[in-house]
């Protein structure tokens, strides 16, 4: 299957400061990402779309101006979260889609403390 | 939204036995898949049923799909400690669309 890498894997933050995650989709050219947020012992979220080279799509209740998304390039997407909280602290897995299927990164658990 | 609704949410069994996990969803797929998850840890496909399929099986794991009933089931024959994990089905509407992820069953396999 195709690979999804995620950097960092984890990230602790001072409350306030902003924290930018890579997703990098290696084998072959994507021009949509998914990005899905998880909370301890609790299910997968979709946060938003990404499209390359276009503004994502966010799911309903996902602060536009709080969690960024770039595209910028057909391997990469970024989210970055802004003046992160305590709440913000998650696990955020990105995906990438190849035809029709779906691979995901690894992860990356952001503690805002 | 969330779709997907993963009954039971926990289960603990006895190595060796068999493990039935249940997701419901709600609107039309394209296509349903299981996925496994470590504590803390990414996510492994397990396995896929298009919509127009009724059963898969593949090593231990038996997956049925009822659309009539919009509902799907994940079985584990002879499960191992090392089967001790979370279990999310995922539905897809299209297909370019995200996968839309169920609640989860923690399944806990004691040696």
């Known amino acids: 299957g195709a690979v999804v890498s995620q950097h960092p894997s984890r990230v602790i933050c001072k409350s306030g400061t902003s924290v930018k995650i890579e997703c990098r989709s290696l084998?072959?050219?994507?021009?949509?990402m998914f990005w899905y947020r998880q909370f301890p012992k609790k299910s997968l979220m979709l946060m938003a779309t990404?499209?390359?080279?276009?503004?994502?799509?966010?799911e309903q209740g996902v602060e536009k101006d709080k969690f960024l998304i770039n595209h910028a390039s057909l391997t990469l997407s970024t989210l970055t979260v802004t003046s992160a909280h305590p709440e913000d602290s998650s696990f955020y897995i990105c995906?990438?889609?190849?035809?029709?299927?779906?691979?995901f990164g690894p992860g990356t658990r952001l503690t805002v403390l | 939204s969330q779709q997907g609704e993963e009954d039971p949410q926990a289960l603990s069994i006895q190595e060796g036995e068999n493990a039935t996990m249940n997701c419901s969803y709600k609107?039309?797929?394209?296509?349903l898949q299981w996925y496994r998850q470590n504590s803390g840890r990414g996510l492994v496909h397990l396995i896929l049923?298009?919509?127009?399929?009724r059963e898969k099986h593949s090593g231990r794991l038996r997956v049925t799909l009822d659309t009539s009933k919009k509902s799907s089931s994940l079985l584990i024959t002879a499960s191992r400690a090392a089967d001790t994990a979370s279990y999310f089905c995922?539905?897809?509407?299209?297909?370019?669309?995200?996968?839309?992820f169920g609640k989860g069953t923690r399944l806990s396999v004691i040696a």
């Open positions: 995906s990438n889609l190849h035809g029709n299927e779906q691979f």
């Open positions: 609107t039309s797929i394209n296509n």
């Open positions: 995922a539905t897809r509407n299209s297909g370019n669309t995200p996968l839309v």
């Open positions: 049923i298009r919509s127009n399929e």
């Open positions: 990404s499209n390359e080279g276009s503004k994502a799509t966010y």
């Open positions: 084998d072959f050219q994507a021009t949509t």
